[in-house]
């Protein structure tokens, strides 16, 4: 049975070009009546269309019309509902961040990739961490650092010589941003299930900014960040080419 699909497309011209096509070819259910999304773009835009459609619980397969494509299938148009129908699901678990600003005002958001506190001005940052209410380091002087979910683990996180996670272990990878002091810490693995709280330290005189999957808050004084395990978002991949196999592949180029 061909599965009811609903198309959507960033705003790059290859992007929107394909969406025209397929919808052409298979028609579009639209969201309220789909079984299935498929998004075409990049992978910001994957991460986009996951929180977009977050409130109707369904699977998303997506096809590559940006850069990378690291969340995304290959862009073929023949047989897409077959491909669709076959394709293997892969469930993950966003962050809920909690940020507290210097006036007061709280703020939470959802990252699918990664939590990060960047410094806002020209000093390094100082943080101070606590897991699970244990202070585990009084001062980190850096650049910034982020809490990244395995399914992000390749994104910011690895560029800033954090490991690679596979995507069903149970572990969350806390990572420093060009870390000046203690110079040669390099960051943690944490349990999935572990409450990370990051104070910032002088924030007048060294402004922090917190960032979740692009959405930025300034001036933070707190952040709290945790695995949100009642937030499931699925994504289709074609068999023998899902996240495992591409989290594996990834550490052998």
């Given amino acids: 049975m061909t599965p009811r699909i609903h198309f959507t497309a960033s705003q790059a011209d290859a992007a929107l070009a394909a969406r025209a096509a397929l919808v052409a070819r298979y028609g579009d259910a639209g ?4 079984e299935v999304v498929v998004a075409l773009g990049g992978d910001g835009f994957m991460l986009q269309t996951l929180h977009a459609t977050r409130a109707r619980g369904l699977p998303v397969y997506g096809m590559n019309r940006g850069t990378v494509g690291f969340l995304m299938n290959v862009y073929a148009e023949d047989d897409l509902p077959a491909r ?4 293997e699901e892969t469930v993950i678990n966003p962050l809920r961040m909690r940020a507290t600003c210097a006036d007061g005002t709280c703020h939470e958001a959802l990252a699918i990739n990664e939590v990060s506190l960047l410094r806002e ?19 980190l002087v850096c650049d910034g650092a982020l809490v990244a979910t395995p399914a992000g683990s390749t994104a910011y996180n690895y560029s800033a010589h954090g ?10 990878a806390l990572t420093a941003i060009a870390p000046f002091r203690p110079r040669r810490w390099r960051g943690a693995l944490l349990p999935k299930a572990a409450e990370v709280v990051v104070d910032v330290l002088n924030p007048e005189r060294r402004p922090v900014m917190a960032d979740a999957d692009s959405r930025s808050v300034r001036h933070v004084t707190r952040v709290e960040i945790r695995s949100a395990g009642d937030i499931r978002h699925r994504l289709l991949f074609d068999p023998g080419h899902g996240l495992d196999e591409r989290l594996l592949r990834e550490q052998f180029v």
Avoid: F, N, T, Y
């Fill in 31 to 34: 969201l309220e009546r789909a």
């Fill in 84 to 87: 669709v129908a076959a394709a």
């Fill in 121 to 139: 001005g020209p000093q390094a940052a100082k943080l101070r961490i606590h897991v699970d209410g244990r202070l585990r380091m009084e001062e």
């Fill in 163 to 172: 490991p690679i996670l596979p995507i069903a272990s149970e572990v969350l």
